[in-house]
């Protein structure tokens, strides 16, 4: 078993490594609610590359800074529920990409 971290922003709490398959952050509401799990990790645990993680340090060596990367990312998502403070998409598009 491994233990996560926790990371308060924005009236979230953002705990790493998600505890769900596949998943780099388990997000839950400021009473400890379980929201949503957001970002792609590999078969192999290994997490996929992001624009810039704006929740904390934890996956910041899989930033990649690359704006041209960034804007297929969003194009191929901006029909994604960007707007729904829920959404898997949300969490992704305003922390991660």
Avoid: C
């Amino acid at each position: 078993m491994y233990r996560q971290k926790a990371y308060y922003k924005d009236g979230y709490i953002f705990r790493a490594p998600s505890k769900r398959i596949n998943k780099k952050y388990d997000v839950f509401s400021e009473d400890d609610k379980y929201i949503t799990s957001f970002g792609a990790r590999k078969n192999t645990g290994e997490p996929y590359e992001q624009y810039e993680d704006l929740v904390s340090d934890f996956y910041s060596d899989y930033n990649h800074f690359d704006p041209k990367r960034r804007k297929l990312y969003r194009t191929r998502h901006k029909k994604d529920n960007i707007n729904d403070p829920i959404s898997a998409g949300y969490f992704a598009w305003h922390y991660l990409w």
